[in-house]
């Protein structure tokens, strides 16, 4: 094991150099872009992992309270750190850093146990190699267990590089406490050289991990975005033509698909009357409405001006003549706009997918039964006959007040 040897002084300056510029990379990113809770922790965490072992170079120079327990201190407190930052920024419970935080006074009494009481290079390496195995172990379970949604991929690497690590430094433990007792940590053989050389692979793997997992997050947020309307945070056209193909394969094998057309009532009065803003004002309501009466299977989309088309895939033409009628109620009775008692109506066309009718067809008979409501007074719900009947239109709901 000992014919392979790594210089430490080298591989421990490549970790003060990574941390640090790793720390210092994600302080300015969290200082120039929108905040992210745990980011600047963590770069702090890198930070402590940095500066542990540069204190811990000044070994020989310098008093052995500094140069060992300080220094050991700091990386533990790093890693600590690592677990806190990790819990926050995947939404993970703060129980998890309880037992670690509970440990970091006892590791420190028994670095200075071991190094001013009963001196023993051993035992103070299978103190840290405990700590370590503990946090990092730890963490990755609190990162694979985070309730944020983030890229799974990104997550595995993060969580299984601190996995592999704790894995490693649970071997160094169990290593050093059957081997005899180290009388110069520098030739303490290729173990100890490699938990150098693993340590610059984690602080890699881990500062690579958080960079993806905070780009797919921005990448998630800008298709999001693209995909909203701006004014009522609706699903957009540009949504609707993504989602639709998807829809109608699932459509065709369940041989149901309803979809309900809906259209504020004399809008352009009110926006005549009380301005855009009101108007846009009364948008929002109606788009709230709509989406806290519909269920999270349904797909709302703002179809154009103040047309609002509600998709409700696996359902038949009575499950969405009931959802229509609850929306219309819902509207009728939603309340003052901007202190202002507006008459906000909508009116409502619903159809159901025939066999073999192209998705244009549909949303052409869900537009006519919606013409027709107008045509009946509006503040109403008309449906489209599931069979060939297309001239026939049904009332369902009678007019709570006709709009002039
Ligand atoms: N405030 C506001 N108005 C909008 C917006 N988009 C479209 N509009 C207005 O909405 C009105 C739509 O009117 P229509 O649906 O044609 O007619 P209506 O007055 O609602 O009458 P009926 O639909 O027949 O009941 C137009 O005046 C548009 O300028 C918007 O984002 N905000």
């Known amino acids: ?22 720390s210092a990379g994600f ?14 922790l963590f770069a702090l965490s890198l930070l ?39 819990c926050l920024f995947r939404k993970s419970s703060l129980k998890y850093t ?16 071991y190094s001013h009481i009963v ?12 700590f370590v195995a503990i946090s990092t172990i730890i963490t990755a379970i609190a990162t694979l267990n985070g309730k944020q949604k983030d890229l799974k991929i990104a997550v595995w690497m993060m969580s299984s590089s601190l996995f592999l690590y704790g894995t490693f430094m649970v071997f160094r433990a169990t290593w050093s ?47 999001e975005v693209s995909r909203r309307d701006p004014l009522t945070q609706l699903y957009n056209r540009h949504a609707l033509e993504r989602v639709l193909p998807r829809i109608l394969v699932e459509s065709h094998k369940a041989m149901s698909l309803s979809i309900i057309m809906t259209d504020i009532d004399n809008f352009k009065s009110i926006n005549d009357k009380h301005g855009h803003l009101v108007g846009d004002k009364a948008l929002i309501r109606v788009a709230k409405v709509i989406n806290t009466v519909t269920r999270p299977c349904h797909f709302v989309f703002r179809f154009g001006g103040d047309e609002i088309l509600i998709i409700l895939p696996n359902s038949h033409l009575e499950e969405a003549n009931i959802l229509a009628e609850s ?78």
């Open 1 to 22: 094991m000992d014919s392979f040897t790594l210089d430490i002084r080298t591989l421990n300056f490549i970790i003060i150099l990574f941390s640090c510029i790793y």
């Open 27 to 40: 302080l300015l990113y969290q200082r120039s872009q929108k905040k992210i809770s745990g980011l600047g």
């Open 98 to 113: 309880y037992f670690t935080y509970a440990c970091y006074p006892l590791s420190i009494s028994l670095f200075y146990y």
């Open 119 to 130: 001196p023993s290079i051993k035992a103070r390496v299978i103190v840290i190699s405990v």
């Open 48 to 86: 402590f992992i940095g500066i542990g072992p540069l204190v811990l170079s000044f070994r020989g120079t310098t008093s052995n309270w500094l140069s060992i327990i300080i220094a050991n201190a700091i990386i533990m407190l790093g890693f600590q750190l690592v677990l806190h930052s990790l």
């Open 327 to 404: 929306l219309r109620k819902s509207i009728f009775t939603c309340g003052l706009v901007d202190n202002i008692e507006l008459p906000l109506t909508s009116s409502f066309g619903v159809a159901s997918l025939r066999d073999g009718e192209s998705w244009e067809s549909l949303v052409s008979r869900a537009d006519q039964a919606l013409y027709h409501a107008k045509e009946l007074g509006r503040n109403t719900v008309v449906t489209s006959p599931q069979h060939m009947e297309p001239r026939k239109i049904h009332q369902v709901a009678p007019c709570d007040k006709a709009i002039s």
């Open 177 to 223: 406490a059957l081997s005899e007792e180290i009388h110069n940590f520098m030739y303490a053989g290729l173990l100890h050289q490699l938990t150098f050389l693993f340590s610059i692979l984690l602080v890699v793997a881990m500062s690579f991990s958080m960079l993806w997992m905070i780009n797919a997050r921005l990448v998630r947020s800008i298709r």
